[in-house]
């Protein structure tokens, strides 16, 4: 999701959760990574969602002129044609930037001190089906979408950050989100 959580300010409680659930495992390890680069001064680049929700709101207002033309039913016929393709055309749309645009990117900064960045993350099963790995990339948000050149990479199994309970070991996992970060930086200005 490209938006901005605004609860990262929020995160100081205990975090548990149920690690077999991975989509929540993903959930918290993104918000943490998302809250690392707000606590260094970044902000999230708005301006992709904000397109987003324009389409999205040109997709309503079809809905509601084709449903609400004052025209009656034989002679709006053209009317509802056009507003349904324009409509399909419009959700098409949408799902291409969600599936092959976006696809795991959890966050693109506004540029602090000249530079801002794309985070990157995924999670999956080991092939034998016993663990569970995260995946974050730190990238130049100047290099193109589909690209991971010259990324940072935090790669670990989901035991380093979370007991057996569920319990989010959150000062690990930023300390190293931070680490990741701090070298991303570095490299690019070498």
């Known amino acids: ?5 605004t609860n990262w300010r ?3 409680k205990e975090v548990k959760i149920n690690v077999y659930d991975l989509n929540m495992v ?10 690392v680069l707000y606590n260094e001064g970044y902000k999230g680049d708005v301006s992709y ?3 987003k929700s324009l389409l999205g709101l040109f997709g309503c207002a079809l809905a509601v002129t084709a449903h609400f033309a004052p025209i009656p039913f034989p002679t709006n016929i053209p009317l ?3 507003c349904a393709v324009l409509y399909f055309m419009t959700s098409g749309a949408l799902q291409y930037m969600a599936h092959f645009i976006e696809r795991d990117i959890i966050l693109t900064t506004e540029p602090l001190l000249g530079r801002s960045f794309r985070l990157h993350s995924s999670i999956k099963m080991t092939d034998d089906q016993r663990d569970v790995t995260y995946r974050l990339n ?5 290099q193109p979408i589909d690209s991971k050149q010259g990324a940072s990479v935090l790669e670990k199994s989901i035991v380093n950050y979370f007991d057996s309970e569920g319990n989010f070991y959150k000062n690990i996992y930023e300390k190293e989100v931070k680490q990741l970060l701090n070298n991303h ?3 690019k200005t070498k």
């Open 80 to 82: 509802l044609i056009v």
């Open 49 to 51: 969602s904000n397109k």
């Open 26 to 35: 993903k959930q918290v390890l993104d918000d943490h990574s998302r809250s």
């Open 185 to 187: 930086q570095n490299k």
């Open 10 to 12: 929020t995160m100081e």
């Open 138 to 142: 730190i990238v130049d948000a100047s």
């Open 1 to 5: 999701e490209y938006g901005v959580d």
